[in-house]
């Protein structure tokens, strides 16, 4: 377990909603990844993000698909790309990303509370 923070810390942490519209193969990197263009919504708008996302899913399953990023991070150059946010999820048995999501769909760019 990670050190306690309080609540006022956890609220620093902006966590949003939005649609993936665009998945790219990512070459370049290390760790086999996506580059991702995700729909935050008129408020935020789109995003790159980069995500080691591979085992479990394929470009086409992703296409439309609602996640959760933090969007208050600052951008992370990674190789040639530049992340804008990052994407989450949680690892499984075999150390694989398993992507968070939303159980119903949400407007995009919704705030976690």
Do not use: W
Not at 24 to 44: H, N, T, V
């Amino acid at each position: 377990m990670s050190d306690e923070i309080t609540y006022a810390d956890f609220e620093k942490v902006d966590i949003r909603t939005g649609t993936i519209v665009e998945v790219l193969p990512f070459p370049e990197a290390r760790k086999p990844a996506f580059k991702l263009k995700i729909d935050f919504g008129p408020e935020i708008g789109l995003r790159k993000s980069s995500a080691q996302i591979t085992v479990h899913y394929t470009p086409e399953s992703l296409l439309g698909r609602q996640v959760l990023a933090v969007v208050n991070f600052p951008p992370r150059q990674i190789g040639p790309f530049r992340s804008e946010v990052l994407t989450l999820g949680f690892e499984d048995e075999n150390g694989a990303i398993v992507l968070a999501s939303v159980e119903r769909g949400v407007p995009d760019g919704r705030k976690m509370c």
